[in-house]
């Protein structure tokens, strides 16, 4: 199945209910989020909250002691990603008690694989997040003349870049294909989409709709 990175249509003047139905059951939990087809795979353990929140082979940013975890699964392709993210960020930033995690899954062709490879590379030399901000924060399509020009720019040793990937190539794989195990399980079809806290987000929301559900995450965290 051809997977698309359109995202779910959102709405500035969505009520609280409606922003909550772009949770599909608006509370799926990890235990219930596991699909069939995930089983099937072999990878019923693909979901557990180690994994996908605090993977550490995945980077984070934000308050890294945070209470709530937003997890992106994104593409530095996709256009919807690259639009989104200025606002995340600003998101975490207000609100300081927000971790991101951030879930490299490279749907979009080989470009978006290359791209994805060297972020990863690059935080073999702590240099994951002058990566990820050079690729998701420009406006055109990536090339891979384009991700080489980036990276250079932001002061990355290109040489042990390269060394890295090779070196590291299969661990990187596996990295990418646990994020997109996770995703498939998940029943994610393009990106972005996002787990907050224990909700399911498939889709873009508002810096409102952000927060709303932050605070519903932290709620449940709460009740729990």
């Known amino acids: 199945m051809k997977r698309s990175n359109k995202p779910a249509e959102t709405g500035p003047g969505r009520t609280r209910r409606e922003a909550l139905g772009l949770l599909g059951a608006s509370a799926a939990l990890f235990g219930a989020a596991a699909t069939r087809s995930a089983f099937a795979q072999g990878s019923d353990d693909v979901l557990t909250e180690a994994l996908v929140l605090r ?3 995945v980077p984070a940013t934000g ?7 937003i997890v992106e699964w994104f593409d530095y392709n996709c256009p919807y990603c690259r639009k989104i ?8 930033q207000d ?8 879930k490299d899954w490279p749907i ?6 290359l791209a994805a490879r060297m972020a990863l590379a690059a935080k073999y030399q702590g240099k994951y997040m002058a990566a990820h901000e050079a690729m998701i924060g420009v406006s055109s399509k990536l090339t891979e003349s384009r991700i080489r020009e980036l990276l250079a720019g932001t002061g990355i040793d290109m ?4 060394r890295d990937a090779a070196a590291n ?5 596996t990295i990418l294909a646990r994020n997109h195990d996770q995703a498939i399980a998940f029943g994610f079809k393009g990106t972005p989409s996002f787990i907050v806290g224990k909700f399911r987000v498939p889709g ?5 709709e952000f927060e709303m559900v932050i605070a519903d995450a932290r709620k449940a965290k709460k009740a729990n």
């Open 108 to 113: 979009l062709g080989e470009v978006s694989k």
């Open 85 to 92: 993210a200025p606002e995340i960020q600003q998101v975490v």
């Open 63 to 69: 308050n890294l002691e945070g209470d709530i975890n």
């Open 204 to 208: 873009i929301l508002t810096m409102a």
């Open 55 to 57: 993977d550490p082979d």
């Open 95 to 102: 609100d300081g008690k927000v971790r991101l995690v951030l």
């Open 159 to 162: 040489d042990r870049l390269n």
């Open 169 to 173: 190539a299969k661990a990187i794989d």
